[in-house]
């Protein structure tokens, strides 16, 4: 049994992780712990807050008395926020608390990228403009060129967690852009799991959502490779090896 752990701000679209686990059909478990979201507002203060050591810190021990082998932050803007060395030092000081590798879901976005041999990338983000920029930025410091951003200026993670199938679906339609070879979701708080495999086949290209990632991290940390295709191209292919976050630090 690999059990992969993870720390969910608030409560949103954590129900895409039991869907997850489902669709992954191994035995794999998906230990989800809830972290103190604060203020629910994607601002970059809020953010910042939502993100802080104390509160990650908060929610390691009960992911290590269930025998995780890995953590993920699973937050987006918490992460991405913190700008591209932030980023780094966060799930740094994540892994020496854990006593396990760490990561969180903005590396999740770039590993996932450079695993797919994809580089230019259309964004459609939940976000307001001046948030869904600073992902543009991080992704950009990951090595990949974002042909477009598309925000939707929603402010709460809570707003997030309504959105149904067709908000979803227009939301990456209205992102897309020919040039793209992908397209991304990047807000945790949106459920996704069960539409990726229809959004890839409408778009006709791989589409990267938050959760998705942040389970498929959790496994390249674990080192299992696992075939689902129900979640899109990034699991249908045989993940590489890469260097992680160790509780020694990068």
Same mark, same amino acid.
């Given at each position: 049994m690999t059990s992969l752990g993870f720390l969910y701000p608030g409560h949103s679209a954590e129900d895409d992780y039991p869907r997850i686990e489902q669709l992954l059909g191994s035995d794999i478990r998906l230990d989800v712990v809830h972290t103190d979201i604060g203020e629910d507002a994607h601002r970059v203060d809020a953010l910042l807050e939502? +993100?802080? @050591?104390d509160r990650l810190a908060a929610g390691v021990g009960e992911l290590r008395m269930a025998g995780a082998d890995s953590v993920v932050w699973a937050c987006t803007s918490g992460?991405? &926020?913190? +700008?591209?060395?932030g980023a780094h030092e %966060?799930?740094? #000081? !994540?892994?020496? *608390? #854990? /006593? !396990? $590798? @760490?990561?969180? *879901?903005?590396? #999740?976005?770039?590993?996932? !990228? %450079?695993?797919?041999g994809l580089r230019r990338v259309a964004v459609g983000a939940t976000y $307001?403009?001046? &948030?869904?920029e600073l992902f543009a930025?991080?992704?950009?410091? /990951? +090595?990949?060129? &974002?042909? +477009? &951003?598309r925000g939707a200026g =929603? =402010? *709460?993670a809570a707003e997030v967690g309504t959105w149904d199938e067709k908000e979803v679906h227009a939301l990456a339609r209205e992102a897309d852009s020919p040039d793209a070879d992908a397209v991304l979701l990047p807000d945790t708080a949106l459920h996704t799991a069960a539409h990726i495999e229809t959004l890839e086949r409408e778009l006709g290209k791989p589409v990267l959502t938050a959760n998705q990632v942040t389970v498929w991290e959790g496994l390249r940390l674990a080192d299992r490779r696992v075939n689902a295709p129900r979640l899109g191209a990034l699991f249908t292919r045989e993940p590489l090896v890469q260097a992680s976050f160790s509780p020694s630090g990068v």
């Amino acid at each position: 049994m690999t059990s992969l752990g993870f720390l969910y701000p608030g409560h949103s679209a954590e129900d895409d992780y039991p869907r997850i686990e489902q669709l992954l059909g191994s035995d794999i478990r998906l230990d989800v712990v809830h972290t103190d979201i604060g203020e629910d507002a994607h601002r970059v203060d809020a953010l910042l807050e939502m +993100g802080s @050591a104390d509160r990650l810190a908060a929610g390691v021990g009960e992911l290590r008395m269930a025998g995780a082998d890995s953590v993920v932050w699973a937050c987006t803007s918490g992460s991405f &926020v913190h +700008g591209w060395e932030g980023a780094h030092e %966060q799930v740094r #000081a !994540l892994a020496r *608390t #854990a /006593g !396990l $590798p @760490a990561s969180s *879901t903005s590396f #999740a976005f770039v590993h996932a !990228l %450079q695993e797919l041999g994809l580089r230019r990338v259309a964004v459609g983000a939940t976000y $307001p403009d001046d &948030v869904a920029e600073l992902f543009a930025e991080f992704l950009r410091a /990951g +090595g990949a060129e &974002v042909t +477009g &951003v598309r925000g939707a200026g =929603i =402010i *709460t993670a809570a707003e997030v967690g309504t959105w149904d199938e067709k908000e979803v679906h227009a939301l990456a339609r209205e992102a897309d852009s020919p040039d793209a070879d992908a397209v991304l979701l990047p807000d945790t708080a949106l459920h996704t799991a069960a539409h990726i495999e229809t959004l890839e086949r409408e778009l006709g290209k791989p589409v990267l959502t938050a959760n998705q990632v942040t389970v498929w991290e959790g496994l390249r940390l674990a080192d299992r490779r696992v075939n689902a295709p129900r979640l899109g191209a990034l699991f249908t292919r045989e993940p590489l090896v890469q260097a992680s976050f160790s509780p020694s630090g990068v």
